[in-house]
């Protein structure tokens, strides 16, 4: 089945900084790639997601690029403010199927 | 996207008894998942609920312990039977909207067994 690697764990950043978090996955089935921000005591958000026939995807201050031949995809995020401060999960879908594989998670700490 | 809504929200239970979760949608939905979500952890998928038909669990999940029932397209619940303090987790429901891809969770509802 399907495998994904996130890194890092834990990333803290100064406010106005870049975060970067990546991802890898194992089955070049996999076509589709969600991220979701869980802030803390809440449910996980879907925030952004590409498809495996495009190679970068941008909305505001959030990006995501995917690599299919090297199988990795990340999550950019531009101009960080506290409000950031989320833990950040990225996921791998097979095609035909509507179950993601998700990553450990990413603890973004933006200090103002 | 779909509003889910989740009851309870929170329980405090007894070992040994079980608690049902509800998960409520607010419109037709093609797919049900349960998840757990232990503390710090990621998200562990327990099972498919199907509608009219028995759930398709995931390695580790049986249905004897975690019974799941889906009578409707918007509707579902999940009982997390003879329950232990291993059994104290987050418990989220998520679905896949009708036409859509994407998967959207509920609020989730955190079960404390002592």
């Known amino acids: 089945g399907e495998n994904v690697e996130q890194h890092p764990s834990t990333l803290s950043v100064q406010e106005g900084d870049s975060a970067v978090i990546k991802c890898t996955y194992s089955?070049?089935?996999?076509?589709?790639f969600p991220w979701y921000k869980q802030e803390l005591g809440k449910r996980p958000q879907l925030i952004i997601d590409i498809r495996s026939n495009v190679g970068e995807k941008k909305d505001q201050r959030i990006a995501v690029t995917l690599n299919k031949t090297a199988k990795h995809f990340s999550l950019h995020i531009t101009e960080t403010q506290p409000e950031d401060s989320a833990v950040y999960f990225c996921a791998a879908t097979s095609g035909g199927s509507y179950i993601p594989t998700f990553g450990r998670g990413t603890s973004l700490i933006v200090h103002p | 996207s779909a509003v889910i809504s989740q009851k309870p929200s929170r329980d405090i239970c007894q070992r040994g008894t079980s608690l049902t979760i509800q998960c409520q949608v607010d419109s037709q939905v093609t797919m049900m998942f349960w998840y757990r979500q232990q503390p710090g952890q990621s998200l562990t998928l327990i099972a498919t609920?199907?509608?009219?038909?028995?759930?398709?669990?995931e390695s580790g999940f049986v249905i004897d312990k975690f019974p799941i029932s889906r009578p409707n397209l918007t509707f579902s619940t999940l009982t997390v039977s003879n329950m232990s303090p291993e059994d104290s987790s987050i418990y989220l429901c998520?679905?896949?909207?009708?036409?859509?891809?994407?998967?959207?969770f509920g609020p989730g509802t955190r079960l404390t067994v002592t």
């Open positions: 089955d070049s089935a996999s076509n589709y």
């Open positions: 998520s679905v896949v909207p009708a036409g859509g891809t994407e998967q959207y």
């Open positions: 609920a199907n509608q009219g038909s028995e759930a398709t669990y």
